[in-house]
């Protein structure tokens, strides 16, 4: 019975057993809201003068990103280990 203690592999064989690919994950969110509202109501005398106003205002302002790269730097870390 003959056994191999060592065996020749590639250089691509190597890169994953070692773990030659870099994972780049990025995610970002934001959210953002605004709301205003105004109501407002003026009475007077028997049967005279009246004032009514309403405001309302609102803004939502919301992103998302998301970026994922497989090897993002395309092996030029690789060269720096030898």
């Given at each position: 019975?003959?056994?191999?203690?060592?065996?020749?592999?590639?250089?691509?064989?190597?890169?994953?057993?070692?773990?030659?690919?870099?994972?780049?994950?990025?995610?970002?969110?934001?959210y953002?809201?605004?709301?205003?509202?105004?109501?407002?109501?003026?009475?007077?005398?028997?049967?005279?003068?009246?004032?009514?106003?309403?405001?309302?205002?609102?803004?939502?302002?919301?992103?998302?990103?998301?970026?994922?790269?497989?090897?993002?730097?395309?092996?030029?870390?690789?060269?720096?280990?030898?």
């Open positions: 019975m003959s056994n191999e203690l060592f065996t020749e592999v590639c250089e691509e064989q190597q890169q994953m057993v070692v773990g030659g690919t870099s994972i780049y994950d990025y995610i970002n969110t934001n953002y809201q605004e709301l205003t509202a105004f109501n407002f109501t003026v009475a007077s005398g028997p049967n005279g003068s009246y004032v009514t106003q309403q405001f309302a205002n609102q803004t939502i302002d919301t992103s998302a990103y998301k970026n994922f790269l497989l090897n993002p730097y395309g092996g030029y870390y690789d060269d720096l280990d030898s």
